[in-house]
């Protein structure tokens, strides 16, 4: 009987587990949290025609450290096939003091991106027909938020980790 129980309650446990942290989810149901910073942001990618460039998704970084959301559309360039986020939130990078000329200090920030399945081996660019990414990684996204000019009334820097994100929840 003692044994039952614990199979039981093994077998939830694994369920919940699997619910949690979905194999397979379509790219606008899953929610990424940053590995091992798992209550500091969610990345979500959303249908988006408007911002649509070569594709109709974007990204949605929401902040718990600073409650703000940023937006980013989605490029892809030619030749190498990189896959970039372009904001579209507003966030402004803050001028270079080697920067070459006042232009420069005006471009819309890009992160380059990248997308891997569970083994870790890089996939394509997130697309709505197919699962979503295991993981994905945006390296200078952290780095680039922290040295942002800060919005009036904000009170603390954006503190997003260099860290992968992880998918972790598939929303209904």
Known sequence: MRLTVSAI??????????????????????????????????????????LARQTHLSALIHSTITGKDYRYTIAVSNGYSNHYLVDASGVKAEADDNAPDAETQHQTPTFSFFSFDSRLRKVDLPDRRKAAPAWIFIPDLGTSLW?????????????????MWKRTECVR
């Open 9 to 50: 309650a093994m077998l939830a446990l694994m369920t919940t587990a699997v619910q949690a942290a979905p194999k397979t989810c379509p790219i606008e149901k899953t929610v990424y949290r940053l590995n091992g910073f798992e209550k500091a942001a969610t990345l979500r990618f959303v249908d988006d025609p408007a």
């Open 147 to 163: 040295y942002a000019e800060m919005a009036t009334g904000q009170k603390t820097r954006e503190a997003i980790e260099t860290e």
